[in-house]
Every structure is written in structure tokens, then in C-alpha cells.
């Protein structure tokens, strides 16, 4: 079965410091998702990646999916406590595996004012 | 707010009791997916039904079943209870386009305590 590791499992930042989460594949990604939980709350969708090499932004975050589609970078530019919170990624196993999502362990971050 | 809706949002039991988690998915979606959060087991997908039908199975107990109804809502049904199923239970909803990969919008959640 695919598995998903992150790291790092948890992070303090600076208010206004740069940060990036990583998310890594045992297998190749179909598809890689991209998600933040507040604690005890439901998961709101940032991002999805599918195609090796690619790169998408929104605001300050930027997730990037390698060009051999086993690796996921979450980088946070200029950091306020509002991105604080656990983020998860979550991969497709393969096509027509039925859509269903593995998770990583997730990364807690705490962004300090 | 992504549009699935959950019932209850707290639910507190003793173990051997049975209990009924209800989703909603978002307008227009047709399939709707169960996933299972622990501190220890982290999220895990439990199962997925399109349009009516089981589309998928993950690590799922036969304690637990689900089912969709016509007009789409979903319902997780658990059984048998006991201390370990306390976690939170999320339902996901997606449009459920055949062949492409499909965003899932999860809701609140229900947060599940077996005493």
C-alpha cells in the first residue's frame, strides 16, 4: 500500500518567516492533494497537484509536485498565525483506484506573533 | 464552508451501543467518502459510494457499514462500539466525474466518544 511521510511532524515559526512542509511517496503520486485542519475541525482543500513538475500558488502558499511525482513541497511565504494549523497531504493510489485519499501523518504548525 | 454538512457534531455512547452518522454532500456531488481520524491511526478512508452504489473499500470494520440513499445523503452506520472507535468521522463529497481525479470537500466532522 502507498504510504505518505511528512515532515517535519510539527513546526514553530516566527511571525513573517519563511517555511516549507514536505510530503513523500514510497510509490509514484496519481494524484497529491493538499489540505489544512484546524484542531478538531474539518480539512479545507488548498491544492491538487497531478502532473510531475508542476506548481501552483495561492496567496502565500505554493505547493510543488517533482518532476517523478514521489515528492510535495508546501512552501509558506512571510508566515502570519492565520496559517496556523495541520497540514495534511493526501494522495490518489493509483487511476481508478476509486478516488479514495491516503494521508500523510500530517504537520503541525504553530506560527508564534 | 465547503458545503458538506455533517449530524450530529458530537455524539457520546457507551461501548456495545450502536450509533448513526449522517453526511450531505454538497449540491450537485455524486460521490461521498468515509474517512476515520484517530490520534494513532491518523485519517484513514473507510469506504466510498457513487451515485448509490460502493465504489471503494478501505480499512473498514465490519462493525461499521454505510450506505447512500437516492437522494444522495450518506449515512455511517457503527456497531458494536467500543473505547477504540472513539475519533472523529469525516465525510467528503465529490463530483464524482468517472476517469479524472476528483477534489473532495470534507465536512465538520462528527466527533465520536465511546465511554
Same mark, same amino acid.
Request: glycine share 10%; net charge neutral.
Given at each position: 500500500?502507498? %504510504?505518505?511521510?511528512? /515532515?517535519?511532524? /510539527? @513546526?514553530? #515559526?516566527?511571525?513573517?518567516? !519563511?517555511?516549507?512542509?514536505?510530503?513523500?511517496? /514510497?510509490?509514484?503520486?496519481y494524484?497529491?492533494?493538499?489540505?489544512?485542519?484546524?484542531?478538531?475541525?474539518?480539512?479545507?482543500? @488548498?491544492?491538487? @497537484?497531478?502532473?510531475?513538475?508542476?506548481?501552483?500558488?495561492? %496567496?502565500?502558499?505554493?505547493?510543488?509536485?517533482? %518532476?517523478?511525482?514521489?515528492?510535495? /513541497?508546501?512552501?509558506i511565504?512571510?508566515?502570519?498565525?492565520?496559517?496556523?494549523?495541520?497540514?495534511?497531504?493526501?494522495?490518489?493510489?493509483?487511476?481508478?483506484?476509486? !478516488?479514495?485519499?491516503?494521508?500523510?501523518?500530517?504537520?503541525?504548525?504553530? #506560527?508564534?506573533? | 464552508? &465547503?458545503? *458538506?454538512?455533517?449530524?450530529?457534531?458530537?455524539? =457520546?455512547?457507551?461501548?456495545?451501543?450502536? $450509533?448513526?452518522?449522517?453526511?450531505?454532500?454538497r449540491?450537485?456531488?455524486?460521490? *461521498?467518502?468515509?474517512?476515520?481520524q484517530?490520534?494513532?491511526?491518523?485519517?484513514?478512508?473507510? =469506504?466510498?459510494?457513487?451515485?448509490?452504489?460502493?465504489?471503494?473499500?478501505?480499512? =473498514?470494520l465490519?462493525?461499521?457499514? +454505510?450506505?447512500?440513499?437516492?437522494?444522495?445523503?450518506?449515512?455511517l452506520?457503527?456497531?458494536?462500539?467500543?473505547?477504540?472507535?472513539? +475519533?472523529?468521522?469525516?465525510?467528503?463529497?465529490? &463530483?464524482?466525474?468517472?476517469?479524472? *481525479?476528483?477534489?473532495?470537500?470534507?465536512?465538520?466532522?462528527?466527533?465520536?466518544? $465511546?465511554?
Amino acid at each position: 500500500s502507498q %504510504e505518505l511521510e511528512q /515532515s517535519p511532524q /510539527s @513546526l514553530i #515559526v516566527q511571525e513573517g518567516k !519563511n517555511l516549507t512542509i514536505n510530503c513523500t511517496s /514510497s510509490k509514484t503520486l496519481y494524484g497529491l492533494y493538499w489540505y489544512k485542519q484546524k484542531y478538531g475541525e474539518g480539512l479545507i482543500f @488548498l491544492m491538487m @497537484l497531478q502532473k510531475g513538475g508542476e506548481e501552483k500558488s495561492h %496567496e502565500k502558499i505554493t505547493a510543488k509536485l517533482d %518532476e517523478k511525482k514521489q515528492q510535495s /513541497s508546501l512552501h509558506i511565504t512571510a508566515s502570519q498565525p492565520s496559517h496556523a494549523g495541520i497540514y495534511l497531504c493526501g494522495a490518489v493510489p493509483a487511476r481508478n483506484a476509486g !478516488n479514495m485519499l491516503t494521508f500523510g501523518g500530517g504537520t503541525r504548525l504553530m #506560527v508564534k506573533p | 464552508d &465547503s458545503g *458538506v454538512t455533517q449530524t450530529p457534531k458530537h455524539l =457520546i455512547t457507551a461501548t456495545g451501543q450502536r $450509533v448513526t452518522l449522517r453526511c450531505s454532500p454538497r449540491s450537485g456531488d455524486l460521490s *461521498v467518502y468515509w474517512y476515520q481520524q484517530s490520534l494513532d491511526q491518523g485519517l484513514q478512508f473507510l =469506504i466510498q459510494y457513487y451515485n448509490g452504489e460502493e465504489r471503494a473499500k478501505g480499512n =473498514i470494520l465490519e462493525r461499521f457499514s +454505510a450506505q447512500q440513499f437516492p437522494d444522495l445523503h450518506s449515512e455511517l452506520n457503527l456497531s458494536s462500539l467500543e473505547l477504540g472507535d472513539s +475519533a472523529l468521522y469525516f465525510c467528503a463529497s465529490s &463530483s464524482g466525474t468517472s476517469g479524472s *481525479v476528483d477534489t473532495q470537500y470534507f465536512g465538520p466532522g462528527t466527533r465520536l466518544t $465511546v465511554l
